[in-house]
């Protein structure tokens, strides 16, 4: 379950991520509660999550070119600093009693337009601090288990703080976390890139990438459901926040703990596909966790009990995740090393660039029709992309790409030779 722990670049990568994506959570659990409690307004509350994640979308193909032409890692220590100088000037502006609801509005824009640089670069790093081709699947999952080690314990963290002290503190622990990711950076020993000399142009490339990517017909499928669920599904976790405080009638700790329920849940998805052996079955296995994930969103919306709620955000939470990191997974075992970046951005699109708009539909639809109500309908429209993307899997198994994946003594350079010929 730990083998990319071998890379010593890979646990410096793992243990800097890891502390400051406890911070991250903590700045996002806080926003949102703070944005609701200065306005009471779920509509407010996904707009606010809108403009700070567009910019992400935007700017993720123009992040995957650079990812692919320049210092990734010098990249990630830009990004990690100015985004470290975003979180500390939100909490300045929190711990002095002069934040705004504009000054949220503007200094989560400031995050998307890192964010878009950020996300893609450290997707496509991945491949550059893992010593063996064999283990990278492993660490695509170990890192979906950080990430969600990080939300179940952020959350949890920032419901205690919020009540306490107050939202200002989470902003500035995580800008002090920052420095974990910077330090362990530095610390890499990473050999040099080769470069071409006569490059084509950022357009030719952009365009290039784009056509690779919606050429191969399973690679264009697990997009097209990847931005479908994050759409319709992922769109739940923006009204947690109404859950906790109108259907709960709970407090910060309310929603800390519907948020760490989620997280919980996320982190045995990616636990268990961290203690996967092969690929063997990712696509079935995605079909089914788009489906189980619909489930558990409409069984959610119809409840009214803390704990039975609680135990249905750990399941869509596992499903969830393990849709995402298993589609991470089959992407990055296929795609050609030279348009990783591209690919990856676009993936970066559908997984987190679509969110803004399911965020803003949700918070719209949560003020006509209530907030169970439009996670039910996320639920069901889940439901039917799996279904969708079920009945298409048996025709994207025959096609090279995927029928390389059912030969597992091949490592992933020859798998991609193979796919090739």
């Known amino acids: 379950m730990l083998r990319a722990f071998r890379s010593r670049n890979y646990r410096l990568f793992f243990t800097g991520q890891g502390i400051s994506l406890v911070g991250t959570w903590l700045t996002q659990v806080a926003m949102s509660w703070l944005v ?9 509350l996904g707009t606010v999550v809108f403009v700070s994640r567009l910019p992400t979308f935007l700017l993720a193909p123009v992040a995957g070119v650079l990812a692919d032409r320049a210092d990734r890692r010098r990249i990630l220590l830009w990004t ?26 503007a200094l989560g824009i400031a995050q998307g337009l890192i964010d878009g640089f950020d996300i893609p ?32 314990l952020g959350p949890c963290l920032a419901g205690v703080l919020i009540a306490t002290v ?13 420095l974990a990711a910077i330090g362990s950076l530095a610390a890499m020993r990473i050999p040099s890139r080769a470069r071409l000399v006569d490059r084509p142009s950022w357009l030719v490339e952009l365009q290039a990438g ?29 009204l947690m926040p109404v859950f906790a405080k109108e259907v709960f009638h709970g407090n910060p700790q309310t929603y800390g703990f519907l948020m760490a329920a989620s997280g919980l849940g996320a982190v ?13 079955g990712l696509g079935r296995l995605i079909a089914a966790a788009a489906g189980l994930a ?47 970046g591209r690919v990856m951005s676009l993936f970066v699109m559908a997984f987190m660039g679509t969110m803004p708009l399911g965020s803003l539909l949700a918070g719209h639809l949560a003020e006509i029709m209530g907030a169970p109500q ?11 992309g799996a279904v969708l993307f079920a009945r298409a899997l048996p025709a994207l198994r025959e096609t090279d790409v995927m029928r390389s994946l059912s030969l597992p003594h091949l490592t992933t350079s020859r798998l991609r030779s193979r796919v090739t010929r």
């Open 210 to 238: 784009w056509r690779y990517a919606w050429s191969i017909a399973p690679i264009a499928s697990l997009l097209g459901l990847v931005a479908w669920m994050s759409l319709t599904g992922m769109s739940y976790a923006v």
């Open 80 to 105: 990690q600093t100015l985004a470290m100088s975003e979180s500390l000037g939100l909490a300045w502006l929190a711990l002095s009693g002069r934040i705004a609801v504009w000054h949220i509005f």
């Open 374 to 384: 439009t996670v039910c309908l996320a639920g069901l429209l889940c439901l039917l």
């Open 36 to 44: 609701y409690r200065l306005t009471h307004s779920a509509w407010v």
């Open 294 to 340: 619909g489930v558990s969103l409409v069984v959610f919306a119809g409840s009214r009990t803390l704990w039975w709620s609680g135990a249905l955000l750990v399941s869509s939470g596992f499903w969830f995740m393990v849709h995402a990191a298993a589609t991470n997974t089959v992407l990055q075992t296929i795609v050609e090393d030279d348009k990783r």
């Open 121 to 152: 670069t450290r997707q496509a790093f991945v491949v550059e601090i893992v010593d063996r081709r064999e283990n990278l699947a492993n660490a695509i999952a170990l890192n979906s288990f950080l990430f969600n080690a990080a939300r179940f």
């Open 166 to 178: 107050g939202e200002g503190l989470c902003f500035l622990i995580d800008g002090i976390s920052y």
């Open 268 to 280: 045995g998805g990616a636990g268990y596909l961290a203690s996967r052996r092969s690929v063997l």
